[in-house]
DNA sequence: CTTGTTTTAAGTGTCGACAATTTAGCCCTT
DNA sequence: AAGGGCTAAATTGTCGACACTTAAAACAAG
């Protein structure tokens, strides 16, 4: 995933971005360790540089430090899935909110477009719809609030570790149509500047989605 | 004021609580440059140890920071009031909502304890109140939500920011015994374990905070 | 005097080395 | 053989120096 507004300036910021893909897609797995040297001479960077982009990961959540110690990447696991999606359904919920109120209109047009773009794919039975459309949407929601504080806990710091539990926990089954259509939804809310209604659908989507890959780890044991 | 769980080990633990002291409390005023040199000096530690300070200022909102340009104290504006205090009814809401489900009976007790305390202060009309005893009443619901994420963004992210605002804009005005009040039914609903009730209540009483706020920055210009 | 360019200095980004702390292994004691 | 304390290796925390970028000062041309 790339952001438009995250152009790495710095080796710091490179290192961080790459670091931070490589945690989400689990190349480094969940719960390892991230020793400092090994990490320098990976990346072909300086030990100073591998620390400023831990504190970021820090900052993200997506790993965890002790004094003196190390850092690890996360665990995945069930209770942590569950407090995350709770958050997640209150600040979106408050972004839906947010958006409807403040969403230029030509923004929503833009968006409303975008969903014209997701219903060919999904028509087409398009896989790419299912990560980088859903996040996309979400994205541009956020975006909308136009609160800089929301837009920043969420997409600086909850949006990948939820990309992480997603990919790592396999979700690619068909939610597909149905999350359009909810999405959808969401959008004519928007449009229509129904405040409440764009926050009640927008939360009712993301427990939909939590309960939706809760099942599938009640399926699947996975490795939590 | 000092939270139970932050105990400084490394020197840049110590720095960056110093650091963020100065900054909510304004010795280092607000908008005001960050030079990584002068306050090397000025802390007697190296440059890296004060980077890192400065880092963990940006994940609070503390500070913003260009690439090769530096890093400035965030300004205090009306808007920003406006967002801040939107966020925090949203997830404040949430957190006593939660408090209300998750909070154990013996923390509820102790609750009680310290509102009974408060009772005391406020009556003969300590100003303690006002500052840490507001604080500590949050403080505590929040942790009770028992959700990481939402203690993380809350005390590690948007407190600091949120009594940087009430301590340079000097509130000291009486809303304490209105406020005390509100707190109390606040923890009756949690006892009560009446969620709805617990968010709507904490909701209105952020609500009612942000307006006293905004209120007395319309009688007295201040400086934003 | 104004504008655009060059130079220069101040400040940030990065690096490798050293100091302090933790952890694991070894030895000694019981 | 089990447990505790000590030693040594590995890892993190801190430091000062150097490289690079940016912004301001000095200068030249119009």
Redesign the pocket.
């Known amino acids: 995933m790339e952001l438009a507004s995250e152009k790495p ?7 961080f971005y790459q670091l931070r893909k490589d945690i989400v897609e689990g190349v480094i797995e969940a719960g390892s ?6 990490l ?1 001479t990976k990346y ?9 982009a ?1 504190n970021r990961l820090m900052s993200c959540h997506l790993v965890e ?7 690890r990447v996360v665990a995945l696991t069930l209770s942590g899935l569950a407090e995350l999606y709770q958050v997640r359904e209150a600040l979106e919920g408050m972004a839906a909110r947010q958006a409807a109120r403040s969403m230029p209109e030509a923004e929503i047009a833009e968006l409303q477009i975008l969903m014209n773009d997701h219903f060919e794919r999904v028509k087409s039975g398009d896989t790419y719809y299912q990560e980088a459309g859903d996040v996309d949407f979400h994205y541009r929601i956020i975006l909308g609030s136009k609160n800089q504080h929301l837009i920043s806990i969420l997409i600086d710091g909850l949006y990948h570790l939820v990309r992480m539990y997603r990919v790592q926990l396999g979700m690619a089954g068909p939610r597909v149509t149905t999350a359009y259509d909810e999405h959808r939804n969401i959008v004519q809310a928007i449009a229509n500047r129904d405040e409440e209604l764009a926050e009640l659908l927008m939360r009712r989507h993301i427990l939909y989605s939590r309960n939706n890959i809760e099942n599938k780890l009640r399926l699947s044991p996975s490795t939590l």
């Open positions: 300036i710095t080796n710091a910021d490179r290192t360790k991230l020793s400092e040297t090994e320098s072909s960077v300086s030990r100073a540089v591998i620390r400023e831990i430090r002790k004094a003196n110690v190390g850092a």
